[in-house]
């Protein structure tokens, strides 16, 4: 689908009409995100996460140029060789899915660009595939179905139905949980990507003897799943990753999502100032709460500017030596990069709750402390 | 696999072709009588989704909603029919496809501009919510039996018109000869506004029941769009009763064979590697469905050569 090609180039600071400055220390970001289409939700909100960071920091060195990829993988290539080669950015950011991340981020490094990614995390890029310039501020894509699989240990859960789309992501959702999850499995089911109806699943978890769910379904197919799992009488636990419980989707789900625990590096209550900040701020910004996706956006944007304060871009060693010092204070509290250049993190357990006429998530507990992830070891840097 | 889980799967089946039958219907119905090949008839879908699920929110009432998703889809049909479509008959169908997909981008962006990017919330009305018990111990949702109920309704319903009513007979007129017809005085501008505003109340109507189910977001219009584009190909273009079997047929192959098809391989296979392809060939099985329908009917099921 060839959509119109929504441009929006978004300068952060006014360059003031007589004021000269400085070339060095000037630092030129290029965005590319899905801000049409179904997915255009969570581009959304890294974009404003991002650019609240840039905004309160009112850092005049930073330039952001912000591209729509719809989701297409061929239209996020294009974008990027625009971005690389006519607008001259010296560091990218925004991909929201893996399979177009696959698609920029290997190329992008290669003509010496920094990525730092604020959502995706394939797995091909942490280990063997892991570079100098690519930096992760989310997660490893495996990470968040671990902190699920460890947290379905602590619940008891011994017999786990476990439901995931038929691609990548989806396969290395059940690697994931599995690699912490100790019980047996009750079924394991793929489904297809962007399928609507699950029926004919919940009549195989009915069937199965399960004692839970453990269910990857990101954005619509989550809240397919959730309306239809309310209403089918099955009554097991269901345990998944934050990507079906955001902020954006669960007033789309309502009350079929209460009680359900899922897990997540971020939470708008975790108590650190950072976080308390941010989420006044965000509010007061944009009129809504701030998701997981948010979150990494404004994280990425902090990243970025702590290691602008430290280094020039063009100096690319000193600048990479920077960033992975990670010296910003994160909403998620502590925040580290390993080897791999991917986060050390908490993983927690939440609740979906609700807040007077909002459906959102409330802190559980910890699940995963100090968490890298399980490639990082063949990441030879 | 017990007999139990067989019937409720069927069930499954049957539920998922009925809802394809109220989209294949309107665009089976137009492209018989007008010779048009309509991509924007997902956006209908979607139109009577949004509709509904604003409706819902203001009022509470699921059946103001399911009324405000009719009316919304019909006029939204009648005012492109006017305004695009009617231009598009005389054309051949590379250009149909070409102005039809134009519409999908515009009524995409402009629900997006209308209701913002997130999702939007609509549920089922809370009489018709949980499971009942049938006979022989299934347990099925009363919402997906009440869907079945409605489509089979408004399946007898079609019938009638088409079968038993003077619009009825000026429709099947149209699709045989649309000169002789005008030259008997027929509006045929009018007759084809009408056939359309059906065709599209109808992809409302299964929006807003499916929508209640699902998640109403923009672009669901497009994956219903290709299932029903299928089903009015096996069961011949222009027949509404082709259109009835073949959705069954479809719902019942892509439900069944997403169930079965990993099972059959978990005989010979290891079981993770068989539920991986299992499923991939399980979404294929439609489209094969299709191409053997299409070796032994090159017409479809119900299509006269």
């Known amino acids: ?381 | 696999m017990s007999l139990i889980l067989l019937i409720e799967q069927v069930l499954n089946g049957v539920q998922s072709g009925i809802m394809l039958f109220l989209m294949a219907a309107g665009l089976t119905l137009i492209f018989g009588v007008m010779g048009l090949i309509n991509l924007a008839h997902g956006s209908l879908y979607m139109v009577g989704a949004f509709a509904a699920a604003a409706v819902a929110a203001a009022t509470g009432s699921f059946l103001l909603a399911l009324v405000a998703a009719l009316a919304a889809a019909a006029l939204a049909g009648c005012l492109i029919e006017m305004t695009v479509i009617r231009r598009l008959y005389d054309r051949d169908h590379l250009d149909q496809v070409l102005a039809t997909f134009a519409l999908i981008l515009i009524f995409s962006e402009g629900t997006r501009f209308l209701f913002g990017s997130f999702p939007l919330f609509l549920d089922i009305p809370s009489a018709l919510s949980g499971p009942v018990m049938l006979p022989g111990g299934i347990q099925y949702p009363l919402y997906r039996l009440v869907i079945i109920g409605v489509g089979l309704a408004i399946a007898a319903g079609l019938f009638l018109l088409i079968a038993r009513t003077r619009i009825g007979i000026q429709i099947r007129a149209g699709e045989a000869d649309r000169e002789m017809i005008a030259a008997l005085g027929v509006d045929i501008a009018k007759l084809y506004t009408l056939v359309f505003a059906l065709g599209a109340a109808l992809a409302g109507l299964a929006g807003a029941l499916v929508g209640a189910i699902q998640s109403v977001q923009v672009g669901m219009g497009e994956p219903v769009l290709i299932l029903a584009f299928v089903v009015i190909v096996i069961g011949g273009i222009g027949s509404i009763k082709g259109a009835l079997i073949g959705a069954l047929l479809v719902g019942l192959t892509d439900t069944l064979g997403s169930v079965l098809l990993p099972l059959l391989f978990a005989n010979f296979m290891e079981a993770s590697a068989a539920t991986s392809v299992g499923s991939s060939l399980a979404s294929m099985s439609i489209y094969i469905l299709m191409a053997g329908v299409l070796l032994f009917k090159p017409t479809g099921l119900f299509g006269e050569a």
């Not at chain 1, 309310?230 to 097991?236: E, I, Y």
């Not at chain 1, 007061?284 to 500017?305: C, H, I, K, V």
């Open chain 1, 1 to 381: 689908m060839k959509m119109k090609t929504l441009v929006m180039a978004a300068s952060v600071a006014a360059l003031s009409a007589g004021g000269a400055w400085a070339e060095e220390g000037k630092v030129k970001v290029g965005m590319i995100t899905t801000l049409s289409g179904g997915g255009a939700g969570l581009g959304i909100d890294v974009r404003d996460g991002f650019m609240l960071a840039a905004k309160m920091a009112g850092n005049e060195n930073l330039e952001v140029v912000i591209e729509d990829d719809q989701r297409k993988p061929e239209i996020a290539v294009q974008l990027a060789d625009k971005m690389i080669q006519s607008e001259k950015v010296d560091v990218m950011t925004g991909i929201i899915w893996s399979n177009l991340a696959m698609a920029v981020v290997p190329a992008a490094t290669a003509q010496g660009k920094f990525y730092l990614s604020p959502n995706a995390g394939p797995s091909a890029l942490a280990g063997k595939g892991c570079n100098k310039l690519y930096f992760n501020v989310a997660w490893q894509n495996d990470n968040l179905h671990e902190a699920a699989g460890a947290y379905a240990n602590d619940a008891g859960y011994k017999n786990t139905f476990m439901l995931a789309p038929n691609y990548p992501a989806g396969k290395d959702a059940l690697t994931g949980y599995k690699r912490t999850y100790e019980g047996e499995a009750a079924g394991e089911v793929y489904t297809d990507l962007g399928q609507t109806d699950y029926a004919a699943q919940i009549a195989q978890i009915r069937a199965s003897g399960a004692d839970s769910v453990f269910f990857f379904l990101p954005g619509g197919m989550g809240i397919s799943f959730l309306k239809q799992y309310a209403n089918s009488g099955v009554d097991l636990p269901v345990v998944g990753p934050a990507f079906s419980f955001d902020q954006g989707i669960l007033q789309a789900v309502g009350e079929a999502a209460l009680g359900i625990k899922n897990t997540s590096q971020w939470n708008k209550d975790l108590d650190n100032e950072a976080n308390k900040e941010f989420v006044a701020a965000f509010q007061e910004e944009y009129d809504r709460l701030p998701s997981l996706y948010a979150s990494q956006g404004y994280d990425t944007a902090n990243l970025l500017l702590s290691a602008m304060d430290k280094a020039d871009v063009s100096d690319a060693d000193a600048f990479q030596a920077a960033l992975k010092e990670a010296d910003f204070a994160s909403v998620r509290g502590k925040f580290s990069f390993s080897n791999n250049q991917h986060p050390i993190q908490d993983y927690y357990v939440r609740e979906v709750v609700k807040e007077g006429d909002v459906y959102t998530n409330k802190l559980v507990g910890p699940s995963l402390t100090d968490h890298a992830d399980a490639y990082a070891a063949d990441c030879k840097m």
